[in-house]
């Protein structure tokens, strides 16, 4: 007897774009490499991974077209899925687990690895044996996740490989992002929406004076591959706190401070040379309790921007990127970010050939957003042991596509971690290597400030630092 159909669920705006943008940009698989401290069995973890299709239904979705809107299907977890994950699972003995080159290359060729995102299924699981530090390269379509989806994901995989029962089937949900950002009652809509426009307004008024400075070349009227530089920060996350708390800034501000100096350093003597960094922000947080909604796994990210100019102490640059930072999720907390979102929920109604063409005639006319890269946190990954589990990780790098240059910011066992993802017509493999040695010296001079506070004679290459 065939499989019935399984349910449908919205796709919220972001989720319609990454189907629209699914053509242009190739696909967009979001790889990320687990690699383990313990040896694994590859049936073992195999036949967890594959739970993890079942519990996670996301996992079995597809985008599915009605008559003008795409939605989510799940698809039945039967024999068709058993086939499907078939394909999805591949074990790559050959690739040495120890060679970070070969698994960056590997990494590369995942990134930039086309699902099948209306046929299922939208994930690829690689499992490279080692009889130390086995690898696992989890790979889902972005549609149906971000990083804190991804991060339920692994930790799930985590207990299920250290011995904790099987997870209840987690259920699916699809609200509006609105509902994170709408103000709480009719009548404060005017006061929200003027609030809101005023300073998209003032912000785009300043940021048309300056020079947002690049690494990468402004977006061509062609994509080529996606590339993907795996980096850690040349210093222990312990050797930069102190000068973060000095600071009265989070390390994640810390790290975007790094950031714009290593931009403004490239224009030192312009004087509208600007640093523009997008932070993501997570928006489950701001969603009314009274919704009732459970984890909120698929989609629900935000963002702002961090500009920076000009010649600034340590201590000034500091509190300007934190004065920005605070501002910025005020106006989430109070509901002052709703301009520019609403136009987001015209999204669905352009449908998908639509916001295609948009998308190409951006490209084709170069006017994409100017900014000089990305950066999203996904926090301390050692949160997700618990302190009896045996089996740990012992190395992650997440990988995401992206149309502007993108760092994704991660701390494990003392390392920060932030691979690096851009478009490769955009710049060579060397021109990012000199991009990042740069950011090396400004992590290290960090460093070196740390060093000085604390009263401390150590040379920079002691136990406190380590190399990228």
């Not at 920060?233 to 973060?244: E, F, I, K, M, T």
Request: a positive charge; charged letters at 20%.
């Amino acid at each position: 007897m065939p499989d019935t159909p399984g349910p449908t669920f919205s796709l919220n705006h972001t989720e319609h774009c990454y189907v629209a943008f699914d053509g242009a940009m190739g696909s967009m698989v979001q790889p990320y490499l687990l690699q383990f401290n313990a040896p694994l069995a590859e049936a073992t973890v195999r036949q967890l991974v594959r739970e993890l299709v079942s519990v996670f239904p996301r996992l079995r979705g597809v985008a599915e077209a009605g008559a003008h809107f795409y939605h989510l299907r799940i698809l039945p977890d039967g024999a068709v899925i058993d086939q499907k994950f078939e394909h999805a699972w591949r074990v790559d003995a050959h690739v040495d687990a120890t060679d970070d080159r070969a698994l960056e290359a590997l990494h590369n060729r995942l990134l930039n690895e086309v699902l099948p995102l209306e046929h299922g299924l939208g994930c690829r699981f690689v499992f490279i044996p080692h009889e130390r530090t086995p690898v696992l390269f989890f790979c889902m379509h972005h549609m149906l996740g971000d990083g804190r989806t991804m991060i339920a994901l692994v930790t799930a995989l985590l207990r299920r490989l250290n011995g904790e029962p099987t997870m209840p089937v987690q259920p699916v949900e699809d609200p509006s992002l609105l509902g994170a950002l709408k103000p709480a009652h009719w009548w404060q809509w005017p006061q929200q929406m003027w609030r809101s426009r005023r300073h998209q307004v003032t912000q785009a008024r300043s940021l048309a004076g300056l020079h947002a400075l690049q690494v990468c070349s402004p977006q061509g009227p062609y994509l080529s591959v996606h590339a993907l530089r795996h980096y850690t920060v040349p210093c222990r996350a312990s050797a930069l706190r102190p000068l973060a708390r000095r600071l009265g800034i989070s390390v994640n501000s810390l790290i975007m401070l790094a950031l714009a100096e290593t931009y403004l350093a490239q224009a030192p003597d312009d004087p509208q040379a600007a640093a523009v960094i997008r932070q993501s922000l997570d928006l489950r947080p701001y969603f009314p309790k009274s919704d009732g909604h459970g984890s909120l796994w698929g989609n629900h990210v935000g963002a702002f921007l961090v500009i920076e100019t000009g010649r600034k102490s340590l201590s000034e640059r500091a509190q300007s990127i934190k004065a920005q930072v605070d501002a910025a999720v005020a106006r989430y907390e109070r509901r002052e970010m709703f301009w520019g979102y609403a136009w987001f929920s015209l999204v669905p109604w352009l449908g998908r050939t639509l916001l295609g063409s948009i998308t190409v005639n951006m490209l084709r006319k170069r006017r994409g957003p100017r900014i000089s890269c990305h950066a999203t946190s996904l926090g301390n990954v050692a949160d997700l042991h618990r302190p009896d589990d045996q089996v740990r990780l012992l190395r992650w790098v997440p990988g995401v596509p992206s149309l502007s240059m993108m760092h994704i910011v991660s701390e494990l066992n003392d390392q920060i971690i932030m691979p690096l993802s851009w478009q490769l017509c955009e710049a060579g493999l060397a021109h990012m290597d000199a991009y990042l040695r740069r950011l090396d010296e400004v992590f290290l001079g960090l460093a070196e400030s740390a060093r000085k506070d604390a009263g401390t004679s150590a040379p920079l290459n002691s136990t406190s630092c380590g190399s990228s």
